[in-house]
Nanobody
């Protein structure tokens, strides 16, 4: 089970930190990632982190978003800085684990003046 939180309404240039707590018998996590989706568009991966701590980002967020994880607590974070209106979306966390893939429920991020 994945529980995402931290979304909200912010103005352009502001920051938010999303959190995703992984619980409920999910083991053998190999990758944790954040994805986002806007109405009428496909869900896209935004950032990912693997067990070695290697991170990847899409070009649109590189240098503004930072993904991290707390291994002991099974939490993955997405620090989002200098938010832009085009970052507005529902953000989902996802983990790849020993039994497959699990998704969180999504948290809305709205960037508007």
């Amino acid at each position: 089970q994945l529980q995402a939180s931290g979304g909200g309404l912010v103005q352009p240039g502001e920051s938010l930190r999303l959190s995703c707590v992984v619980s409920g018998g999910i083991f053998g996590i190999s990758s944790m990632s954040w994805h986002r989706q806007t109405p009428g568009k496909e869900r896209e991966v935004v950032a990912a982190i693997n067990t070695a701590g290697v991170t990847t980002y899409i070009s649109a967020v590189k240098g503004r978003f930072f993904v991290s994880r707390d291994v002991s607590k099974n939490i993955v974070y997405l620090q989002m800085n200098d938010l832009k209106p085009e970052d507005t979306a529902v953000y989902y966390c996802m983990v790849i684990h020993d039994r497959g893939i699990s998704w969180g429920q999504g948290t809305q991020v709205t960037v508007s003046s």
